[in-house]
């Protein structure tokens, strides 16, 4: 009788350890993406490489900020329990001299890499 209660909880456990692995992962991809975008570096090679399978990726300018967001679905171990979403923010100031117009939005398909992400870095005194 106590044995399902047990598997349960154990599968719980693990979907829980899974879901602050992919939440850890969202973390780092958005301050990678944020700090690569702020110092005027394309951000399609920073975040994707940390972002968990099934992520999307936001780049939003706002004044002298840019603002990072990963959000990435949880998949149950199991299949028995609901999935879940986890997110990560990351906020970066612009690099003084450095205009950057960005509104980006990637997803990381399951074993696919990105090959490219619409974000716009405008040099100081270049048409833009």
Do not use: K, Y
């Amino acid at each position: 009788m106590a044995l399902p209660a047990l598997v349960l909880l154990l599968l719980a456990g693990l979907t829980a350890v899974n879901a602050v692995t992919t939440q850890l992962r969202c973390v780092a991809a958005a301050r990678d993406v944020a700090l690569a975008v702020a110092r005027g570096e394309p951000g399609a090679e920073a975040g994707p490489g940390n972002a968990p399978d099934g992520a999307t990726i936001v780049v939003i300018r706002d004044g002298n900020t840019v603002r990072a967001s990963v959000r990435a679905p949880v998949a149950p171990v199991g299949g028995l329990l609901p999935g879940l979403t986890v997110s990560a923010v990351a906020v970066a100031a612009v690099e003084p001299g450095l205009t950057v117009s960005a509104i980006a939005v990637t997803a990381v398909e399951p074993g696919l890499t990105v090959s490219a992400v619409a974000v716009a870095v405008v040099e100081p005194g270049l048409p833009g």
